[in-house]
């Protein structure tokens, strides 16, 4: 096996091919360092021409990688669509489990993989992207002992992942994507400070994502057990509070974030609202309905249920309708403060 100084990890969604073609034109072909990519996907793309169009790009030798592929400096290993992309010592594990923040592949699930084995080696970088995948894994990497880096949101074409990593995370730097490729040349030219050993709660989350399926009591073991279900499965969930970054897990692997939980919430209460919508006006139809057919005080009484009723649904439409957008319907304070309602 190849010595490598270090190891980068990139994490990005959309927008992330023309960012990744451009950041890796940058790294020279005698780079010190394995470079690993997770960019979103859908599960039918073709991963072996986006590790093809890569190769276009760049001196590094481009690879869509292959389960239990061996790791070697000067070269990318792209995540499979649908497949995650985990870290070991020396090679790759691809696998097909849980999705973590809905996605497969993962930032965070490659992260935290490379933080667990690589420590204060690892590089972890953050592009342009929706939502925040990678802002839990970079915080582990920072915990490792790691350098975190982040595009400068100003100059990503989707700035929510730069901006939730820079939120939650104490980031090394942010850099336009102009000014990336020397910044990761000159870090893995230095050698990163002594620190103490990777923390055990790291190791252990990764040694369940290797697993695909842990079981409740190894995830006792990071986490404590709160009154939440997980919106993947229905599990139970757990929480973490290690580091700075609130963070949920259910044992079958589903991971999230606070501020992804929160979102996935805000979504099943809407679908739920919208279907309490629909049988309240079907309940109404069918009063009016008897109260057509009937006769005298029983008509009477049905009638004033349905208008009852029709109360409560234009109430309920109005709440839902009311410049609330889809993915914000109830109007929830964002990080910031402000209002998200539309």
């Known amino acids: 096996m190849q010595y490598l100084h270090h190891v980068i990890v990139i994490g990005t969604s959309a927008g992330g091919m023309p960012a990744l073609t451009q950041l890796v034109a940058q790294l020279p072909a005698d780079l010190p360092a394995a470079v690993f990519v997770v960019q979103h996907l859908a599960p039918d793309s073709s991963g072996p021409h986006l590790a093809s169009r890569l190769a276009q790009h760049t001196s590094l030798q481009c690879h869509l990688a292959e389960d239990g592929q061996h790791i070697a400096k000067g070269h ?13 010592e020396g090679h790759v ?6 999705r973590e923040n809905h996605y497969r592949p993962a ?8 933080a667990a084995v690589y420590g204060p080696l690892t590089i972890g970088v953050v592009l342009t992207g929706m939502l925040h995948d990678g802002t839990a894994g970079l915080e582990l990497i920072k915990r490792a002992g790691g350098v975190a880096v982040v595009q400068d949101p100003h100059d990503a074409e989707y700035p929510s992942m730069p901006v939730s990593a820079l939120r939650n995370v104490q980031v090394d730097y942010s850099a336009p994507l102009s000014e990336m490729g020397a910044l990761l040349q000159q870090l893995c030219d230095t050698r990163p400070l002594a620190t103490g050993p990777v923390p055990d709660d790291i190791i252990q989350e990764a040694a369940i994502a290797e697993r695909v399926v842990g079981t409740t009591q190894e995830v006792r073991h990071i986490g404590r057990q709160v009154p939440l279900t997980c919106p993947d499965c229905g599990g139970a969930l757990w929480e973490m509070k290690h580091g700075n970054l609130l963070r949920y897990r259910c044992h079958t692997g589903h991971a999230f974030t606070a501020d992804g939980l929160l979102r996935d919430t805000q979504e099943s209460l809407e679908e739920t609202l919208w279907v309490a919508l629909r049988m309240m006006e079907e309940r109404k139809n069918l009063l009016s309905s008897m109260a057509m057919r009937g006769e005298g005080q029983w008509s009477v009484q049905q009638e004033e249920r349905s208008e009852e009723l029709k109360q409560h649904i234009n109430r309920l439409r109005e709440f839902l309708l009311n410049g609330r957008s889809a993915s914000n319907p109830l109007g929830e304070v964002d990080a910031e403060g402000s209002s998200q309602t539309g």
Do not use: E, I, Q, W
């Open 76 to 88: 990318l290993y792209l995540a499979p669509p649908d497949r995650h992309l985990l870290v070991k």
């Open 93 to 98: 594990l691809v696998t097909k489990g849980p």
């Open 107 to 114: 930032a965070d699930a490659l992260f935290r993989s490379a």
